[in-house]
């Protein structure tokens, strides 16, 4: 069946770093991938994705890369900021049906 | 941009109770709405699908008797707990999609949480 792994959090970064949070997926087919972000007391939000391989989805600094050869869709932002800070769910899509990964939480302090 | 609401947020009930979560579409109708399950710093787990107007498809393993879901509006979706035990405390967020065929115009409530006592 189809899953999501990501990295465990929580990630603690400093204003200004480099931001990975790393993706793989198990699927069949040709699902889409997401990123959706969950800032707190909100709901999540469609972040970024990528509908077919190397395929790259970016939206507010962050790109992620659709990896058909490494089955990976990690996402990056070269210079994170303190409002970045949130979890953050990889998704993958088939159908109506979207897998999600546990969620990473990332914290941005100045 | 589209809004779904959840009400409540935050429910704590006593065993063999019932409870119910709503889902509102605030901006746009829903034609789709998801309810999902989340325990703590696990993935969120696909409950139901409901369509308006037609009963839920439930994901393999929910208990359809336990998780009463309702579509009755292009609005509104509602989620019921029967008979709620401490083993169905969780996190319960929905989602809905205007859209019949792409999965990335889900919207998401801010979730529900329930603790049963």
């Known amino acids: 069946g189809n899953s999501v792994t990501q990295m465990e959090g929580p990630v603690t970064l400093s204003e200004e770093a480099f931001l990975t949070i790393n993706c793989t997926y198990t699927?069949?087919?040709?699902?889409?991938l997401f990123w959706y972000v969950q800032y707190p007391g909100e709901g999540l939000q469609l972040l970024l994705k990528?509908?077919?391989?190397?395929d790259k989805g970016s939206n507010k600094g962050f790109e992620a890369t659709y990896r058909k050869e490494t089955t990976s869709f990690h996402l990056e932002k070269g210079s994170v900021q303190v409002s970045d800070s949130a979890v953050y769910f990889c998704?993958?899509?088939?159908?109506?049906?979207?897998?999600f990964g546990k969620g990473t939480s990332l914290l941005v302090t100045p | 941009g589209a809004v779904v609401s959840q009400h409540p947020s935050w429910v704590i009930c006593k065993s063999g109770t019932s409870v119910k979560i709503e889902c509102r579409s605030l901006?746009?109708?829903?034609?789709?709405m998801f309810w999902y399950r989340q325990f703590p710093k696990q993935s969120l787990m696909l409950m139901a699908t409901?369509?308006?107007?037609?009963?839920?498809?439930?994901e393999q393993g929910v208990e359809k008797d336990k998780f009463l879901i309702n579509h009755a509006s292009l609005t509104l979706s509602t989620l019921t707990v029967t008979s709620a035990h401490p083993e169905d405390s969780s996190f319960y967020i929905c989602?809905?999609?205007?859209?019949?065929?792409?999965?990335?115009?889900?919207?998401f409530g801010p979730g529900t949480r329930l603790t049963v006592l």
């Open positions: 989602s809905a999609t205007a859209q019949k065929s792409s999965t990335d115009t889900q919207y």
């Open positions: 699927a069949t087919g040709y699902p889409s």
């Open positions: 990528a509908t077919k391989a190397d």
């Open positions: 998704a993958l899509g088939s159908g109506y049906a979207l897998n």
């Open positions: 901006d746009f109708q829903a034609t789709t």
């Open positions: 409901s369509n308006e107007g037609s009963k839920a498809t439930y």
